[in-house]
């Protein structure tokens, strides 16, 4: 499949890419797709177990994976899922935010899920895109 472009940032994403055997990001022609990402600190892997923190980071994340990628970030966003442990009001409150600043020009189609489980313990979200990446 030499027509992938596969990326991982560095820190987390380098770290997991050697650990585990994945990449944080794909090109697939005029998309990006990220892997899920969680609101671990991008360079140390630390993470807050507070669920308000580790969404806007995951957020944060989200819009590194992207411009690592090449792309310009949530702007060209257009599907998010996101798996919640626990799927609640607090955690939609926190989504709703991010999606307020983080995309105030556009509304993504979106799918949520609550899950048993993350990758990591203590992991309370992970947010997963696919964004359109046109030709220039």
């Known amino acids: 499949m030499s027509h992938l472009q596969y990326f991982a940032f560095k820190g987390v994403g380098k770290v997991n890419q050697e650990q585990y055997g994945y990449s944080q990001a794909v090109r697939v022609g005029d998309r990006i797709e990220c892997a899920g990402q969680g609101g671990w600190d991008p360079e140390t892997g630390k993470m807050s177990t507070e669920i308000n923190a580790q969404i806007e980071q995951a957020f944060a994340n989200v819009d590194l994976n992207l411009k690592d990628a090449g792309g310009k970030g949530w702007e060209q966003v257009f599907r998010v899922n996101s798996y919640h442990l626990p799927l609640n009001d607090e955690a939609l409150a926190a989504m709703k935010r991010g999606f307020d600043k983080w995309m105030p020009n556009h509304r993504p189609i979106w799918t949520t899920v609550g899950v048993q489980r ?18 220039e």
């Open 118 to 135: 993350l990758g990591i313990d203590d992991m309370r979200v992970e947010i997963e895109v696919v964004a359109h990446v046109p030709g």
